[in-house]
């Protein structure tokens, strides 16, 4: 069936470091890719998404670009800051289907 | 912007209790769902609900568990009889229809069954 792999975490970084949290996908059929992010105590929010085949979310410095030849959809900022010290899910809805299928999720901590 | 709201946002129940998980998605939203996400492990679809009733469902979704869209507005999420297992984190989403619409997600009603 569809699933997400993600990796795991946590991953822990300093700040202004570069991050890389990848993401792989199975899927029939042409997915719509996510990346949601959880605060401490908070809910799920949108990051960013992608629709179709080389296509780049972006949104607050992440960036996440869709390959299809690949099935990834890696999730990446080029500094990071103690504030996105967060739980990042990497996610698809597929077109046969309207329910949104999560990765694990990877915890990211980001020391001053 | 407008945002799904759910309350409570925490809720504590003895183990057998009934609860009523409440939720106001989005207003021009047709997809309504709930997930559940217990403490540290991956967040887990339970149900959808489009056009009054359930789209799909999932196998933890069994007969303990109803959703409810009483008016034009609230879509509640009821545990008949609660257990120790039904602790989480319940989150409610809603879509707009079209393909592959995002699902906007609330902030979630921690439940905490003793």
């Known amino acids: 069936g569809d699933s997400v792999t993600q990796m795991e975490g946590p991953v822990t970084l300093s700040e202004e470091a570069f991050l890389t949290i990848n993401c792989t996908y199975t899927a029939t059929g042409y997915p719509s890719l996510f990346w949601y992010v959880q605060y401490p105590g908070e809910g799920l929010q949108l990051l960013l998404k992608?629709?179709?085949?080389?296509d780049k979310g972006s949104n607050k410095g992440f960036e996440a670009t869709y390959r299809k030849e690949t099935t990834s959809f890696h999730l990446e900022k080029g500094s990071v800051q103690v504030s996105d010290s967060a739980v990042y899910f990497c996610a698809l809805i597929t077109n046969r289907d309207d329910k949104i299928i999560f990765g694990k999720g990877t915890r990211l901590h980001i020391l001053p | 912007e407008p945002e799904v709201t759910q309350t409570p946002s925490h809720q504590v129940t003895q183990m057998g209790q009934e609860v009523i998980l409440r939720c106001v998605p989005i207003s021009n939203h047709l997809y309504f769902y709930w997930y559940r996400q217990i403490l540290g492990q991956k967040v887990e679809f339970l149900v959808s609900f489009y056009n009054n009733e359930i789209s799909e469902k999932s196998e933890i979704f069994d007969d303990q568990f109803s959703v409810e869209r009483p008016d034009g507005s609230n879509f509640t999420l009821k545990i008949r009889s609660t257990k120790l297992e039904d602790s989480a984190m319940y989150f409610c989403?809603?879509?707009?229809?079209?393909?592959?619409?995002?699902?906007?997600f609330g902030n979630g009603t921690r439940l905490t069954v003793t």
């Open positions: 992608a629709t179709k085949a080389d």
């Open positions: 989403a809603s879509s707009e229809v079209g393909e592959n619409s995002p699902l906007h």
